[in-house]
Nanobody, 125 residues
């Protein structure tokens, strides 16, 4: 009932920049947490960054100072600006959204958690 569309993944040289986007659509009453995770081959999926409805952010230590997460609440969209990219940033990046569905008569419904399809980021050395 909630659909996420990601974009922005690409092949880039080390030191370069990319901007990922993730737009949520569907039966949404509210969104609390929006975030980005990544998974490299042979590794588990790991948290990259999250942002909550108040704008408070959280980052993995490995990306602090290089990545910036932001959101546009009117568009239900989250962004990840990635600067000073390193080869170890190579992974499939997944958007994750947590919120509440829209119920009858415009009232809040049950909680939901949705994942995007993933977008490939490759950083060459």
């Amino acid at each position: 009932q909630v659909h996420l569309v990601e974009s922005g993944g690409d092949l880039v040289q080390a030191g370069g920049s990319l901007r990922l986007s993730c737009a949520a659509s569907g039966n949404i009453f509210s969104i609390n947490v929006m975030g980005w995770y990544r998974q490299a081959p042979g590794n588990e999926r790991e948290l990259v960054a999250t942002i909550i409805s108040t704008g408070s952010t959280n980052y993995a230590d490995s990306v602090k100072g290089r990545f910036t997460i932001s959101r546009d609440n009117a568009r239900n969209t989250v962004y990840l600006q990635m600067n000073s990219l390193k080869p170890e940033d190579t992974a499939v990046y997944y958007c994750n959204v947590v919120g509440r569905l829209l119920a009858a008569w415009g009232t809040p419904g049950p909680d939901f958690r949705s994942w995007g399809q993933g977008t490939q980021v490759t950083v060459s050395s």
